[in-house]
């Protein structure tokens, strides 16, 4: 894991498979703290982006589990 400075705040950067993945927590603590992640994480359209890419990206989702937190 590297790490990148953007307006004097470290991000951590993960490359898998010659890609590099930028830490979004790290970026919007830099933006408005812990509160606004929580926030974030919240909002309908994040979890619905969040199911779609585990969907695409992870063999191993949990469906039922997700339904039950979309859902809640």
């Not at 991000?11 to 919007?28: A, R």
Request: hydrophobic share 40%; net charge negative.
């Amino acid at each position: 894991m590297t790490k990148i400075t953007v307006l004097s705040t470290d991000i951590n950067v993960v490359t898998i498979h010659h890609e590099d993945y930028i830490c979004l927590t790290d970026m919007l603590k830099a933006k408005d703290g812990d509160f606004f992640i929580s926030d974030w994480l919240r909002n309908r359209n994040t979890l619905e982006y969040l199911g779609i890419w585990e969907k695409l990206y992870n063999p191993g989702f949990n469906y039922g589990e997700f339904a039950i937190i979309r859902n809640q």
